[in-house]
């Protein structure tokens, strides 16, 4: 039996991975797939990488290129959500803040340095015409962090996934201004190099057995139910989000990662860029 050690966010992106997991799926092939759910996201992620606590991350695209292009010695073998990312930018509920406009120069709660919470925040205020130089970071880790910030006036605005925060939303905890989506793919699954160059035929294994299931995952009978009842959300959010969400069983192209990283360099997130087989194994 081979251990893989694996980390994603606990979010409804990743129930396909536990569902194959508690099916025995994984085990069937000899793979004991250990799973953990990182909250802090990922810039956590990246460094459990680089540290060998982690074999395989499924992990923002954004986030992922920028660590390789740093030195992050992993490549990304495949998109696992082709869609944007719908990033919430939430303040305080009873904030002064009720428009995009407002938040100019007001201090972001992110998860921490590197993370998707960051980077959006650079495509944001780019997007918005703000200067980036003067964006001021708060570091909370997690959503409980971001609550007490943003209630007790530390940060003022925090962008998370939109329907991971909506109960927070409904619950009158914050409110959303505006969305901001990924100007690329959501989620790709990126291998540590050493892992990778010794098990080859496991990792193709494991996105054989991934990719079967994301692939009719949204034919499973009463996945919106499952997913409702397990995140805490409600039944027409997870129905929306399931119809916005694409799942991916292709690798990144060389065209497509030239044009994301070409964005990263334009928005200031990136300042040198790596080259395609540096950064991505076609498998």
Request: glycine share 6%.
């Amino acid at each position: 039996m081979k251990t893989v050690k694996i980390v994603g966010v606990p979010e409804h992106f990743n129930l396909p991975w536990q569902l194959c997991i508690e099916n025995g799926e994984f085990e069937a092939e000899n793979i004991d797939l250990q799973w953990k759910n990182i909250p802090e996201g990922t810039g956590k992620m990246c460094q459990m990488l680089r540290d060998g606590e982690a074999d395989i991350a499924v992990i923002l695209t954004e986030g992922i290129i920028k660590d390789i292009v740093a030195g992050n010695p992993s490549k990304i073998v495949q998109i696992y959500v082709q869609s944007p990312l719908i990033w919430g930018i939430h303040v305080a509920a009873k904030s002064d803040f009720h428009t995009i406009k407002d938040l100019k120069n007001k201090k972001v709660a992110i998860s921490r340095l590197g993370s998707g919470s960051q980077l959006m925040a650079y495509v944001n205020a780019h997007e918005q015409g703000w200067e980036t130089d003067n964006l001021d970071f708060e570091i909370i880790n997690t959503i409980d962090g971001a609550v007490e910030a943003l209630t007790n006036g530390t940060a003022d605005y925090f962008m998370w996934e939109r329907f991971m925060t909506k109960p927070l939303v409904d619950q009158g905890i914050f409110r959303r201004v505006d969305d901001c989506p990924t100007p690329w793919p959501s989620f790709v699954i990126t291998v540590r190099d050493e892992f990778l160059k010794k098990n080859p035929k496991i990792v193709e294994k494991i996105l054989d057995i991934i990719n079967s299931t994301t692939r009719d995952f949204t034919q499973i009978p009463d996945i919106d139910k499952t997913l409702a009842d397990i995140f805490n959300q409600k039944l027409e959010d997870i129905q929306e989000w399931l119809k916005l969400t694409q799942w991916s069983q292709k690798n990144l192209t060389e065209k497509a990662f030239i044009k994301i990283q070409n964005q990263l360099f334009d928005l200031g997130i990136i300042d040198k860029k790596s080259t395609f087989v540096e950064t991505v194994k076609v498998m």
